[in-house]
T-cell receptor, first 114, second 112 residues
Framework: DVKVTQSSRYLVKRTGEKVFLECVQD?????MFWYRQDPGLGLRLIYF???????EKGDIPEGYSVSREKKERFSLILESASTNQTSMYLC?????????????FGPGTRLLVL | GENVEQHPSTLSVQEGDSAVIKCTYS??????FPWYKQELGKRPQLIID?????GEKKDQRIAVTLNKTAKHFSLHITETQPEDSAVYFC???????????FGKGTMLLVSP
C-alpha cells in the first residue's frame, strides 16, 4: 500500500518567513509533485521532480522552490512567505511507467500566512 | 499546454439518483484520463481511469466515457449514496509524461 506523508497537517507562519514543507513516500516512486489546492481553482501544479536532484517547474512556480536530495523525499520551500500563499498544499508521487501511472497523494498541509 | 474544463462546479442529487460530471480537454495528445475523489478533510484518491484506446469503462456503480473526437469525457455515478458526497476531479495526461492537468473540481452532495 502506497504511503505518502507530509510533515505537518497545519502550519501558521508570518509574512517574510522561510517555510519548508516536507513530503516522504515509501514506494520507491521516481516522480514526485507539489500541488496547491484553492477553492474553485482545483489542483495546480507548482513543481515536480522525476529523479533525485531533478526538478521541473509546473504551472505556478513563482515564489516557490523545491529540493530533492533523496528519492523518497521532496521538499517545497517558500523563500519569503506571503499572505497569498495561504493555501492547502498537496504532495503526490507516482512510478515511472508506460502507460501513465497513478498519482498517490499525501494528506495535505494547510498553511496560513499571517 | 493542456487545459481541462470541468462542469458543473456543484451538483446536488437525491440518494438513488444518477450523477454525471463532464470534462473537456484541449490537447489531442492527451490519452489518459483519471478521476479522483476527495472526501472532506481527506486526500484525493483515484477512483477510476480510462485510456484513449477505450470508449467506456465501468466499476460497479461508477463509469467513465470518453469521446476522443469531441475531446470530452464524463463520470457517471448510478444509485448515488450519501457516502458518494465529495469533490470529484477529472484530469488529463499523456503516456510517457508524469504530469496531469486537473479540472477545477465538482462538489457532489447526495441528500438522504
Amino acid at each position: 500500500d502506497v504511503k505518502v506523508t507530509q510533515s505537518s497537517r497545519y502550519l501558521v507562519k508570518r509574512t517574510g518567513e522561510k517555510v519548508f514543507l516536507e513530503c516522504v513516500q515509501d514506494m520507491d516512486h521516481e516522480n514526485m509533485f507539489w500541488y496547491r489546492q484553492d477553492p474553485g481553482l482545483g489542483l495546480r501544479l507548482i513543481y515536480f521532480s522525476y529523479d533525485v536532484k531533478m526538478k521541473e517547474k509546473g504551472d505556478i512556480p513563482e515564489g516557490y522552490s523545491v529540493s530533492r536530495e533523496k528519492k523518497e523525499r521532496f521538499s517545497l520551500i517558500l523563500e519569503s512567505a506571503s499572505t497569498n500563499q495561504t493555501s492547502m498544499y498537496l504532495c503526490a508521487s507516482s512510478a515511472t511507467g508506460k502507460p501513465q501511472e497513478t498519482q498517490y497523494f499525501g494528506p495535505g498541509t494547510r498553511l496560513l500566512v499571517l | 499546454g493542456e487545459n481541462v474544463e470541468q462542469h458543473p462546479s456543484t451538483l446536488s442529487v437525491q440518494e438513488g439518483d444518477s450523477a454525471v460530471i463532464k470534462c473537456t480537454y484541449s490537447d489531442s495528445a492527451s490519452n489518459y484520463f483519471p478521476w479522483y475523489k476527495q472526501e472532506l478533510g481527506k486526500r484525493p484518491q483515484l477512483i477510476i481511469d480510462i485510456r484513449s484506446n477505450v470508449g467506456e469503462k465501468k466499476d460497479q456503480r461508477i463509469a467513465v466515457t470518453l469521446n476522443k473526437t469531441a475531446k470530452h469525457f464524463s463520470l457517471h455515478i448510478t444509485e448515488t449514496q450519501p457516502e458518494d458526497s465529495a469533490v470529484y476531479f477529472c484530469a488529463a495526461g499523456t503516456s510517457g509524461y508524469s504530469t496531469l492537468t486537473f479540472g477545477k473540481g465538482t462538489m457532489l452532495l447526495v441528500s438522504p
